[in-house]
């Protein structure tokens, strides 16, 4: 996906969480199934043009939003990192593991520590 497509489904996020878009208001406004509102979605979470502005796509709110509320991206950063340690932990112990059979260092195990702070 190019800068500019990006760019455009960026615009088309609206801004402030009482404003927030559904799967289906995107999925009609982008005119494509909710599959491919989860990737632009996805996408549209590591695209960074510069703004102020973070995509907020929480469990906790009903649908997604651009915010630029330091309260709402410290609030969502925390939800991110809860679920990347989540996600993550049982990785630890598999890195343990195939470092035992001399597979992987376990330098890597270090990105999981600084996960838990």
Not at 61 to 78: L, P
């Amino acid at each position: 996906m190019t800068v500019e497509q990006l760019s455009q489904y960026w615009d088309d996020i609206p801004a402030g969480r009482e404003n927030a878009a559904s799967y289906f208001e995107l999925c009609v406004k982008w005119g494509i199934n909710e599959r491919q509102v989860r990737n632009i979605l996805h996408a549209l979470s590591l695209f960074d043009n510069g703004d102020k502005y973070v995509l907020i796509r929480s469990a906790r709110t009903k649908g997604f939003y651009r915010s630029d509320d330091i309260d709402e991206i410290q609030a969502y950063r925390r939800e991110c990192l809860s679920k990347g340690k989540s996600i993550f932990a049982p990785v630890k112990k598999c890195n343990r593991i195939l470092h035992d059979y001399g597979q992987i260092d376990l330098i890597i195990n270090a990105f999981f520590d600084l996960l838990d702070n």
